[in-house]
């Protein structure tokens, strides 16, 4: 990923060229219209300024209903994912638990929030010892969550409101209750095709050097079972037993649950804990060549049978691990950012900076029509594996200094939490998800400010349900007396002072700022689909950066500080094209004067400048 100005004059460099010669004519045959839903705020009209016609945001057509098809753009580009628990959003039958009818009931909420892409957690049939991470049955749905057909209505609902849908795919293990493992582990003598469908052995120091990723629970990854009188592999918990993907017969069985759901009409597949498939002694067992292998296998099959299906790696990995998981191009077509989301804390918290933009640089290209993906928060913890052990210790001390809040190498609370309930640092982190490289994904509730329990187990204390409204006893949520988990009730964050309801309807809500930079993000292809180059600037707390794509040019710049600031920004003359910008967000309207501009800032605020008349919502 390049972060700094080179001297080659790129492609995008040639558009900015021919837009410049173009300005400079005033064509007056141009003209500029937003493409934000119906009822979201909208730039007012620039009377007298023209505007060169040259690209079009197709995120920004789908949200106006328009007809896409999956061979005229790579949709995951631009896409704003929205992250659902099921068993959290909405219980559609009243027996306190989230389903799928519920979701389906609330899917124009997330069309009108400007998601474009539905990620479903694990929906399969499941003891939920992990929140469905422990699959029984990989072709089926839980019954707390409803049934096939069930999921048939949910899944032409969303394509109806023109979002797509990806599921969760657990490749790597099981639950101990599973069909496979209940026949493997009665099958020590190799009878049956399940014999060697897990890894077993008789040493429990095999695989020595892996590590132990669940610290907090697990003292080894191998645990004894009784019935079969050996050791059985698990990376995770010790009832999630691993596959053994040396057995070819356990690689066709993936790929044929991969085929059951694509059938079903789903977008693709977010593929959970993808670098420890394999395991060979002498080695970590992870990103081992032998997975790469399996994964192009994978990506082969999607690409025949399931053309303008996506995969979306889950590697918590440093980039140039993950980066493997791209192939050439063969592989996923998208994978998590792990490092980026705990700088974003990082520079918020220390008003510095320096941490983003040394990770950006650490980032590698990838290959074209792959993509990036970044977040804040999801239902698993903050994890803190890819920082240093010192910025580790900092972040547990800035952000969770009660131990209670620590979980393995991370922290088990919510965005709005973690950011001490101020609007200001939540809009800002928001912000930054939206305009750094990579497809943004939204965790369920962050979007109105929810908060968490860290008195729960694990890591339940973030996927507590969701508050509709302010009715007692379960805001919105269910009719039913007793819920699978409870509502959050403390003085901050309980259903009186957070829920969509009320949310809605006030215009200066999280929600509704969210929405409208939503909104401006997907009326501009340079944040989903542009080159990202950082603008250094001498005050560490300001971090300014350029996306550029073709000829749209977007200029961000942000405050770390909690005090003001007034920059001067320094722009290359290559990309400077008109003398009078301005803030899409707020209409702020600024000049750029011998290629300066001067952008005041308000503690932790945040401008998204358009530095050529050439937006991408065409």
């Known amino acids: 990923m390049a972060t700094t100005l080179d001297s080659t004059q790129s492609v995008e460099e040639m558009n900015v060229k021919q837009l410049k010669e173009a300005t400079q004519k005033g064509k007056k045959d141009a003209f500029q219209f937003s493409l934000a839903p119906s009822g979201s705020p909208r730039p007012r009209h620039r009377p007298g300024k023209n505007v060169l016609k040259r690209t079009y945001s197709l995120a920004a057509s789908e949200m106006e209903g328009a007809n896409v098809q999956n061979d005229q753009r790579l949709w995951y580009q631009e896409a704003v994912f929205y992250e659902v628990y099921v068993r959290a959003f909405c219980d559609g039958n009243g027996d306190g638990h989230g389903d799928l009818q519920g979701l389906t009931s609330r899917l124009d909420y997330l069309s009108n929030l400007g998601v474009n892409c539905v990620w479903l957690l694990p929906i399969y049939p499941s003891p939920l010892k992990d929140d469905g991470y422990d699959v029984a049955d990989y072709c089926n749905v839980h019954p707390h969550y409803g049934n096939m057909d069930d999921f048939r ?227 698993d913890e903050l994890t803190l594996e890819m920082v240093t052990p010192e910025e580790r210790q900092w972040m547990w001390k800035e952000y969770a200094p009660d131990m209670q809040m620590r979980i393995n190498m991370g922290i088990r609370r919510r965005l709005h939490p973690l950011m001490d309930n101020d609007r200001r640092r939540v809009e800002l982190a928001k912000s930054m998800l939206l305009t750094l490289p990579g497809s943004p994904i939204l965790y369920y509730g962050d979007e109105i400010g929810t908060g968490d329990n860290i008195q729960l187990f694990d890591r339940n204390g973030v996927r507590t349900p969701m508050q509709w409204d302010n009715t007692r006893p379960h805001a919105g949520f269910s009719q039913a007396e007793n819920l699978y988990a409870p509502v959050i009730d403390s003085p901050l964050y309980n259903c009186d002072r957070v829920n969509v309801r009320d949310a809605q309807a006030d215009p200066s809500s999280l929600y509704n700022v969210l929405r409208h930079m939503i909104a401006q993000r997907r009326k501009h292809q340079a944040f989903g689909s542009g080159k990202l180059f950082w603008l250094d600037h001498s005050d560490k707390s300001i971090a300014a950066w350029l996306r550029i794509y073709k000829m749209d040019i977007m200029l961000v710049v942000c405050n770390m500080s909690d005090e003001s600031r007034n920059p001067t920004i320094d722009l290359p003359d290559k990309y400077v094209t008109i003398p009078d910008v301005e803030d899409v967000l707020t209409e702020t309207q600024y000049s750029i004067e011998d290629n300066k501009i001067n952008v005041p800032l308000d503690p932790y605020a945040f401008k998204w400048i358009e530095l050529s008349q050439v937006g991408c919502g065409f």
């Open 153 to 379: 209505t949910l899944v032409n609902a969303v394509h109806e409101r023109n979002m797509r849908i990806i599921a969760d795919l657990i490749p790597n293990h099981t639950s101990d209750q599973h069909d496979w493992f209940q026949k493997s582990r009665i099958d020590k003598e190799g009878k049956t095709k399940y014999h060697d469908y897990y890894v077993w052995t008789d040493n429990p120091n095999d695989y020595k050097d892996a590590r132990i990723i669940f610290t907090d629970t697990e003292k080894s990854n191998w645990s004894w079972d009784e019935v079969r009188g050996q050791y059985y592999w698990h990376r995770f918990f010790s009832s999630q037993p691993d596959l053994n993907f040396d057995n070819p017969l356990v690689q066709e069985e993936m790929l044929d649950v991969m085929r059951f759901w694509l059938k079903m009409g789903i977008d693709g597949f977010r593929v959970d804990a993808i670098p420890y498939l394999f395991e060979r002694e002498g080695t970590n067992c992870e990103n081992l060549p032998e997975t790469h292998e399996y994964l192009k296998r994978m990506r082969t099959m999607m690409d025949n049978e399931f053309p303008g299906k996506i995969m979306l790696a889950e590697a918590c990995q440093l980039p140039h691990q993950v980066r493997e998981y791209f192939g050439d191009g063969d592989e996923f077509h998208m994978g998590f950012h792990f490092p980026i989301m705990p700088r974003i804390y990082m520079s918020i918290r220390a008003h510095d900076s320096t941490s983003l933009k040394d990770i950006l640089a650490q980032t590698p290209d990838i290959p074209e029509g792959c993509q990036w993906v970044t977040f804040l928060r999801n239902h």
